[in-house]
């Protein structure tokens, strides 16, 4: 069992770059510990800036910091940092074209017992909806790893949502498949397509199995790029299956579910379900408590798809 999380993948990635690129900045918001960053601090101090909790300065600064030709990572907990700090989100960093990567640590559910207060259930549709600005949320560790190597070949905004656990791997050690802004096909299947993304990526493979044992032929597509959306991979998982089934562990509105609802919808009509948390505040619990009382495991993923298939 994997336990290295994600945001311990993220700050080797960044010190490793940060060797040879002294413009290579990182900024928290009294999080340096539970964002995995105490090492980069230690190691890089003038490359690091704490601006304690202030998440609206810390988008700001790292906006100014970028503009001035610094490439930034501002890292602050998800439900903080997409709603204190949007406006500077959106008018310092996309608006501006700043080279801003804004990393959501311990998005979704898993800050647990905590609540609603540190939930980030509504990340995904409040970023996407600034012009400009991209969102991820990759699955596991290796792809985490990928991915920010990626962004720091690049100088356009963008928001990362990962979460505080350690997850299951889904890829194997040096062969992760990875291309920026494309889906990757976990598995193909001809009658239903699950397309998840962030942690509920490895349910729906696991879900796949189960449904595999029953006669059902899965496909799983793993959206890590939820925006840009993938909308090539969304349009082949619906016209080579009977149904398509989203999962994201995000509101009902706004997130992954809708996107792909409008793209299906208007290109190439299919059967489809969101799998989503509620619309309501979540009972509070370990992530994995969460999943499975809202059938968000893989369980309840194979479950909803068997039902459905079959209704």
């Given at each position: 069992?994997?336990?290295?999380?994600?945001?311990?993948?993220?700050?080797?990635?960044?010190?490793?770059?940060?060797?040879?690129?002294?413009?290579?900045?990182v900024?928290?918001?009294?999080?340096?510990?539970?964002?995995?960053?105490?090492?980069?601090?230690?190691?890089?101090?003038?490359?690091?800036?704490?601006?304690?909790?202030?998440?609206?300065?810390?988008?700001?600064?790292?906006?100014?910091?970028?503009v001035?030709?610094?490439?930034?990572?501002?890292?602050?907990?998800?439900?903080?940092?997409?709603?204190?700090?949007?406006?500077?989100?959106?008018?310092?960093?996309?608006?501006?074209?700043?080279?801003?990567?804004?990393?959501?640590?311990?998005?979704?559910?898993?800050?647990?017992?905590?609540?609603?207060?540190?939930?980030?259930?509504?990340?995904?549709?409040?970023?996407?909806?600034?012009?400009?600005?991209?969102?991820?949320?990759?699955?596991?560790r290796?792809?985490?790893?990928?991915?920010?190597?990626?962004?720091l070949?690049?100088?356009?905004?963008?928001?990362?949502?990962?979460?505080?656990?350690?997850?299951?791997?889904?890829?194997?050690?040096?062969?992760v498949?990875?291309?920026?802004d494309?889906?990757?096909?976990?598995?193909?299947?001809r009658?239903?397509?699950?397309?998840?993304?962030?942690?509920?990526?490895?349910?729906?493979?696991?879900?796949?199995?189960?449904?595999?044992?029953?006669?059902?032929?899965?496909?799983?597509?793993?959206?890590?790029?939820?925006?840009?959306?993938?909308?090539?991979?969304?349009?082949?998982?619906?016209?080579?299956?009977?149904?398509?089934?989203?999962?994201?562990?995000?509101?009902?509105?706004?997130?992954?579910?809708?996107?792909?609802?409008?793209?299906?919808?208007?290109?190439?009509?299919?059967?489809?379900?969101?799998?989503?948390?509620?619309?309501?505040?979540?009972?509070?619990?370990?992530?994995?408590?969460v999943f499975a009382?809202?059938?968000?495991?893989?369980?309840?993923?194979?479950?909803?798809?068997?039902?459905?298939?079959?209704?």
């Amino acid at each position: 069992m994997n336990k290295i999380a994600n945001r311990a993948v993220m700050c080797e990635v960044l010190m490793e770059r940060a060797k040879r690129d002294p413009d290579l900045v990182v900024l928290c918001s009294d999080s340096r510990g539970s964002a995995s960053l105490a090492p980069f601090a230690q190691a890089y101090p003038k490359q690091f800036v704490e601006v304690g909790i202030a998440e609206q300065d810390l988008v700001s600064i790292a906006a100014g910091l970028a503009v001035c030709g610094k490439k930034a990572y501002a890292v602050s907990p998800a439900s903080f940092l997409s709603t204190r700090s949007y406006e500077q989100a959106k008018v310092d960093c996309a608006y501006s074209r700043a080279n801003v990567k804004l990393i959501g640590i311990s998005g979704g559910v898993s800050y647990g017992a905590l609540g609603m207060t540190h939930h980030s259930a509504q990340d995904i549709a409040a970023m996407a909806a600034i012009p400009g600005m991209r969102v991820y949320l990759p699955s596991d560790r290796r792809q985490t790893k990928r991915l920010f190597e990626s962004l720091l070949e690049d100088s356009q905004t963008a928001y990362v949502r990962l979460g505080r656990n350690p997850v299951e791997d889904l890829y194997e050690e040096g062969s992760v498949p990875f291309e920026m802004d494309r889906a990757v096909w976990v598995r193909r299947g001809r009658d239903v397509a699950i397309i998840a993304c962030g942690e509920m990526v490895k349910p729906a493979v696991d879900a796949a199995d189960a449904l595999t044992k029953e006669g059902i032929s899965a496909a799983v597509l793993d959206m890590y790029c939820v925006k840009p959306l993938d909308t090539q991979a969304v349009l082949e998982a619906a016209q080579s299956s009977k149904l398509v089934v989203t999962v994201e562990e995000h509101a009902p509105w706004g997130g992954l579910g809708p996107m792909v609802d409008r793209v299906v919808s208007e290109n190439c009509p299919r059967r489809v379900i969101n799998l989503a948390l509620p619309d309501e505040p979540v009972i509070t619990g370990e992530s994995k408590e969460v999943f499975a009382h809202y059938g968000l495991d893989a369980t309840g993923i194979s479950k909803t798809v068997a039902d459905a298939l079959r209704g």
